[in-house]
């Protein structure tokens, strides 16, 4: 019967312990704050702002490009270009055409969705994804009146990293702002 009791004993006050180790990691331990840089266009022309944890690095000035950044902590890039709208009848068939180009470049697609909408800062955005063998590829246009962003995210869909850029694509295309 001692033995019973010490037992019980034994486990509640491990139970205890455990009980108060969770509640010191959970709720006294300061948990990382995020922190964000901002990241301007090689022209100054744009900016948007980056979670640091994704570590990514602005890449050296390109001709193709208006900006773009690699993280090789995740494996992962953002490509930024933009085009002029202006004479441009109709935006979606734009679109729907850099989508079937761009797309037709990778091999063994699948998930290719349809566009969706929203709305940044009173600019209509639209966005597609697929992937590709172990990549997922998320596209968004940001129009403005006479120009057209386009975001190309690049993403390491085989990874075990703590944080995934996936969740954090529109956060970052809701950042963008005109200088």
């Known amino acids: 019967m001692k033995k019973y009791i010490i037992l019980i004993i034994v486990l509640i006050l491990l139970i205890i312990i455990a009980c108060g ?3 010191f990691w959970k709720y006294i331990i300061p948990k990382k704050e995020s922190t964000y840089s901002i990241i301007n266009s090689y022209d100054n022309s744009f900016s948007i702002e980056v979670d640091n944890v994704f570590e990514f690095a602005k890449q050296s000035s390109s001709d193709d490009y208006d900006l773009v950044l690699k993280s090789e902590t995740y494996n992962s890039e953002i490509y930024v270009s933009s085009f002029g709208s202006s004479r441009v009848r109709s935006i979606e068939d734009v679109l729907k055409s850099d989508k079937e180009d761009f797309s037709s470049k990778f091999q063994a697609i699948t998930n290719l969705s349809e566009f969706s909408t929203f709305d940044v800062s009173g600019n209509k955005v639209y966005e597609y994804h697929f992937t590709s063998s172990n990549r997922y590829i998320q596209n968004y ?3 403005l009146e006479n120009k057209v962003y386009v975001f190309d995210f690049d993403i390491d869909k085989n990874n075990d990293y703590e944080y995934s ?7 970052i295309i809701k950042s963008f702002k005109v200088l």
């Open 141 to 143: 246009y940001i129009v």
């Open 21 to 23: 180790a969770f509640v």
């Open 165 to 171: 850029l996936e969740d954090y694509t529109e956060e």
